[in-house]
């Protein structure tokens, strides 16, 4: 009974202390001000770990189709390139305002050590978007098979030159949404 | 009566949110194309062609936009100077074919 009424009580200090916390405006909520190292470590952890669960079941299709970059190349452009970058360019009002910073997707894996993701992680990623962050749910207003494009797009994207990206992203008056 | 009032009245305003409701769709990309450049094919001309892997799939969709570009090109001509216009053996493979025959000796 001691044991219970014990934790009762220390839980009740804990719920009012984080409530008075909340409440208080003490924390500092702008983009310009960067979390504590063990606060980023854990939002960080907790968001790629969040992400491995939800898209582990996800079936990959095959992404090295040169329709697919065709398709993807202007979405990513249009839609992803102001905060996610492209080549020759390193950084932008939106990549220097951001927090987290967006990933710069024109470097591979082995240089932007923030960016492990696999496709089925960067499909979730673009098609759900994450919670404050600025990354928006694309899927609401685009159907899977334009995010698997973009997909296929930002794996080759590292390798891409400025001539081939300006190409590939490029659109005529010939693009067309495919029927699905 | 007053039944049917009260309905008249539900019908005003949930008629014109069911027809705005209906604007919020999946959208074509055109919405948000920006007024982006003509890809610049014409540089291609400037690589080295021996280094092309043409089953990479990243110059096939270069080619491909290209052939893209170029066939709107030469519509935007009427087709004037195109030498195979007037005749009937001329299809569209044949016309791909010369493309990707330009595309490669522009090199």
């Known amino acids: 009974m001691q044991v219970f009424k014990s934790l009762l009580i ?23 001000d960067q979390h504590t190292a063990v606060v980023y470590w854990a939002l960080e952890t907790l968001r790629e770990r969040s992400v491995e669960h939800a898209s582990k079941d996800l079936v990959v299709p095959a992404l090295n189709d040169s329709k697919l970059l065709l398709l993807g190349g202007p979405d990513y452009n249009e ?10 360019r390193s950084e932008s009002d939106m990549s220097l305002g951001l927090y987290p910073v967006p990933p710069d997707l024109t470097v591979s894996h082995g240089q932007h050590s923030e960016d492990h993701a696999g496709p089925a992680q ?3 990623v673009i098609k759900h978007g994450i919670k404050a962050s600025g990354m928006p749910a694309w899927g609401l ?4 098979q334009r995010i698997w494009a ?5 794996q080759k994207l590292p390798e891409l030159t400025p001539l081939q990206y300006q190409i590939l992203t490029a659109r005529t008056s010939g693009d067309t949404v495919h029927d699905h | 009566m007053k039944y049917c009032n009260d309905l008249k009245s539900q019908l005003i305003v949930l008629v014109p949110l069911l027809l705005v409701s209906m604007l919020v769709t999946a959208h074509d990309p055109k919405e948000h194309a920006k007024e982006t450049e003509a890809p610049q094919c014409e540089a291609l001309a400037s690589m080295d ?7 990479d799939p990243v110059m096939q969709a270069v080619y491909a ?4 570009a170029m066939a709107e090109g030469h519509h935007g001509e009427g087709h004037a100077k195109d030498p195979n216009e007037n005749k009937s053996a001329h299809t569209e493979k044949d016309a791909h074919a010369h493309e990707d025959d330009d595309l490669r000796d522009r090199g």
């Open chain 1, 150 to 154: 973009m997909v296929a797009f930002i």
């Open chain 1, 141 to 144: 207003t685009h159907d899977d």
């Open chain 1, 10 to 32: 220390t839980g009740l200090i804990v719920f009012v202390s984080a409530s008075a916390f909340i409440f208080s405006g003490w924390y500092p909520i702008g983009a310009d």
């Open chain 1, 79 to 88: 839609m992803c390139a102001g905060c996610h970058l492209k080549p020759g």
């Open chain 2, 49 to 55: 062609q021996s280094e092309i892997d043409e089953n």
């Open chain 2, 65 to 68: 936009k290209c052939r893209q």
């Open chain 1, 122 to 124: 960067r499909f979730w």
